[in-house]
């Protein structure tokens, strides 16, 4: 039986939350008892899929990309751009994931805003 890396796992749930599917998303590698530590909303697993699919109908479309992915043990961290519409400016985001039995246990994420016109000719990525 093939067991899908961790890295692979968080990769296809953000795809899947920023692409409408976030029920789905969370039903296959979600775990029931997750917690999060996003400020917004409460810690608990059903308050931040609402939360996921609200942003679902208030920016349908938009992209996440990810560019840098790692993994140590049971954390994967993501490094992402995204873009929520053309007329919206792009954030980079950092998810940390913790997995349990090859579920999303725990979630934090850090996310600022891309500068149009930053003095570092280095980028964000």
């Known amino acids: 039986m093939?067991?899908?890396?961790h890295k692979n796992i968080a990769r296809e749930f953000f795809r899947m939350v920023t692409s409408g599917q976030v029920r789905e998303a969370y039903e296959k590698y979600v775990s029931?008892?997750?917690r999060h530590h996003n400020a917004y909303f409460k810690g608990d697993r059903e308050s931040l899929l609402v939360g996921m699919e609200?942003?679902?109908?208030?920016?349908?479309?938009?992209?996440?990309?990810?560019?840098?992915q790692l993994e140590d043990g049971d954390l994967?961290?993501?490094h992402s751009?995204?873009?929520f519409g053309?007329?919206?400016p792009e954030m980079t985001v950092v998810h940390i994931v913790r997995f349990v039995n090859d579920k999303i246990a725990e979630m934090w994420?850090?996310?600022?805003?891309?500068?149009?016109?930053?003095?570092?000719?280095?980028?964000?990525?």
């Open 2 to 5: 093939y067991m899908q890396s």
């Open 32 to 34: 029931n008892d997750f």
């Open 54 to 68: 609200e942003n679902e109908k208030r920016f349908p479309g938009k992209l996440l990309e990810i560019r840098h």
């Open 76 to 78: 994967v961290a993501t």
């Open 81 to 83: 751009r995204l873009r």
């Open 86 to 88: 053309s007329d919206k």
């Open 109 to 125: 994420d850090v996310g600022q805003e891309i500068p149009k016109d930053s003095p570092n000719k280095n980028g964000l990525f």
